[in-house]
């Protein structure tokens, strides 16, 4: 079982949907949760760092439940440029302070 | 703007030859992470630096890969023979860690490598 696991997708919506993105992790030890984003053909960018209460950053909005050991995103009114991968990632609790990635999400917003 | 440079950006090789790849890490950054991207495992943690000394390395093929950090300004990915199954984006990220917290990580370009 990979340590973190998410739907690749494609996930096709128009602009201006709402599209939520989920994340399993295995590791319940696990400290710091992300969400990256990857262009085609780029490097992977900080979105947003997930705090255990929750946060929100615009139109985007991540959610962790350690219970579950989940992790979403929430996008509301999609623009054309949120196309992209979303990359969940965890930093597990080794003292390694490496993080992992999992294989992403592809989100295409059509017009 | 600081950034992670890369270098080179693109690089096409036949089978059994040595590949050498660089990045400059942001300045004042004190991690240096290797990774290596392809279509079927995603993105994979090869190895990583913490003030120029190898922390992990288990990521790695050890009999063709090594990296190192000659100086705070450079770190390199060297593939020797290289095969195609090599054949993939290297990306080099840096971060600042500090009192055992985990930053953000901020990628370089990444160096696409074709073995033929």
């Known amino acids: 079982r990979k340590e973190v696991e998410q739907d690749p997708g494609p996930f096709n919506v128009p602009e201006g949907a709402t599209v939520a993105f989920n994340c399993t992790y295995s590791n319940s030890a696990s400290q710091s949760f992300f969400w990256y984003r990857q262009d085609c053909r780029k490097e992977p960018k900080l979105l947003m760092s997930v705090y255990s209460s929750g946060n929100e950053d615009g139109r985007f909005t991540a959610q962790l439940n350690r219970a579950s050991q989940y992790i979403s995103l929430l996008i509301r009114d999609s623009k054309l440029s949120d196309s992209a991968t979303y990359l969940c990632?965890?930093?597990?609790?080794?003292?390694?302070?490496?993080?992992?990635f999992g294989s992403g999400t592809r989100l295409q917003v059509q017009p | 703007d600081a950034r992670v440079t890369q270098t080179p950006r693109h690089k096409v090789t036949e089978m059994g030859q040595e590949v050498t790849m660089r990045c400059q890490p942001i300045?004042?950054?004190?991690?240096v992470f290797w990774y290596r991207q392809t279509m079927m495992q995603g993105l994979e943690l090869l190895a990583y630096?913490?003030?120029?000394?190898?922390?992990?390395d288990s990521g790695m093929p050890k009999d063709r890969f090594s990296a190192e950090m000659p100086d705070a300004t450079l770190a390199t990915l060297k593939i020797q023979p290289s095969e195609p199954r090599d054949s993939a984006v290297y990306f080099c990220?840096?971060?600042?860690?500090?009192?055992?917290?985990?930053?953000?990580?901020?990628f370089g370009p990444g160096t696409r490598l074709t073995v033929l």
């Open positions: 990220a840096s971060g600042l860690v500090v009192a055992g917290s985990t930053d953000t990580q901020y």
């Open positions: 630096f913490r003030n120029r000394a190898p922390l992990d």
């Open positions: 990632v965890v930093s597990p609790d080794t003292g390694r302070r490496a993080l992992t």
């Open positions: 300045l004042g950054h004190n991690t």
